[in-house]
């Protein structure tokens, strides 16, 4: 079997930037542990694969290892993939996805996901996520699946050297950690050891749970992000109560098939 498949730096307007994921249109639904496989051999973050349904597609995420519930780069080149090379051409698309619909609108090159806000619960705090991390948190919080530890600066998230067997032992998806920003609202880094991916290099999904922390904090709904991996990305962000609006551009890397 031959596939179509390309390749999409996501939150970025440049290549090499923002967060790399794979795509693979589909007209059905292929085995899932073939579909596993696939994202296994592309050892990237994400794999997306989409299939028509109604008045739009399905969509699903895999890592390497497991396939997960909502992925906010993957979901940005998937997009990218439509409108760019398979003449999708209104200003909106729908997905259908394990986190329920998931609307993307395109704007000059940019990409605008509306994504369900994450429900956030303070805890006293996680000595074994201040351990794998080796720093003191200023806060913690829960959210649906991650950890989101809040950090006094941006210099201290900088300056992490995470112990990733640590924070795959917290539990959760993953860990995000953040801290003010100098030139933006707020910068974060994410760790998703759990899932085969130690550190994300610009993780949308994550800003579901990081915008609404940072807008109550802030007292303001508009927010400018950066993720401070190697490759970095930027991101604009709107809380709408609940759902996040999470933007950001996208450029494609790579255009191929794949033999299955």
């Given at each position: 079997?031959?596939?179509?498949?390309?390749?999409?730096?996501?939150?970025?307007?440049?290549?090499?930037?923002?967060?790399?994921?794979?795509?693979?249109?589909?007209?059905?639904?292929?085995?899932?542990?073939?579909?596993?496989?696939?994202?296994?051999?592309?050892?990237?973050?994400?794999?997306?694969?989409?299939?028509?349904?109604?008045?739009?597609?399905?969509?699903?995420?895999?890592?390497?290892?497991?396939?997960?519930?909502?992925?906010?780069?993957?979901?940005?080149?998937a997009a990218h993939v439509l409108y760019a090379h398979l003449g999708y051409a209104?200003?909106?698309?729908?997905?259908?996805?394990?986190?329920?619909?998931?609307?993307?609108?395109?704007?000059?090159?940019?990409?605008?996901?509306?994504?369900?806000?994450?429900?956030?619960t303070p805890i006293d705090a996680h000595p074994a996520l201040a351990a794998a991390l080796n720093v003191a948190p200023v806060e913690v919080w829960r959210g649906r699946e991650d950890w989101l530890v809040v950090l006094g600066s941006q210099a201290q998230l900088e300056a992490l050297q995470p112990d990733f067997r640590g924070i795959a032992a917290a539990g959760g998806r993953?860990?995000?950690?953040?801290?003010?920003?100098?030139?933006?609202?707020?910068?974060?880094?994410?760790?998703?050891?759990?899932?085969?991916?130690?550190?994300?290099?610009?993780?949308?999904?994550?800003?579901?749970?990081?915008?609404?922390y940072w807008a109550q904090r802030l007292g303001k709904n508009e927010l400018t992000a950066r993720q401070l991996s190697r490759r970095g990305g930027e991101l604009r962000l709107k809380l709408s109560g609940e759902r996040t609006e999470i933007s950001g551009g996208a450029v494609t890397y790579l255009q191929g098939k794949i033999f299955v």
């Open positions: 079997m031959e596939l179509s498949i390309y390749q999409v730096d996501a939150f970025a307007n440049q290549r090499f930037r923002g967060n790399p994921a794979a795509v693979v249109p589909l007209e059905t639904w292929l085995p899932d542990a073939l579909m596993q496989d696939i994202a296994q051999e592309n050892n990237l973050a994400e794999t997306a694969f989409f299939v028509p349904e109604g008045d739009g597609w399905r969509l699903r995420w895999f890592t390497p290892t497991v396939e997960v519930n909502l992925c906010g780069h993957a979901t940005v080149a209104k200003p909106q698309l729908a997905f259908q996805s394990k986190s329920g619909l998931l609307t993307v609108t395109q704007r000059e090159g940019q990409y605008t996901l509306n994504f369900p806000t994450d429900t956030l993953g860990t995000l950690v953040t801290a003010p920003g100098t030139e933006v609202d707020f910068v974060s880094r994410c760790f998703f050891p759990q899932t085969g991916v130690d550190e994300d290099p610009v993780t949308g999904s994550a800003h579901t749970t990081l915008t609404p």
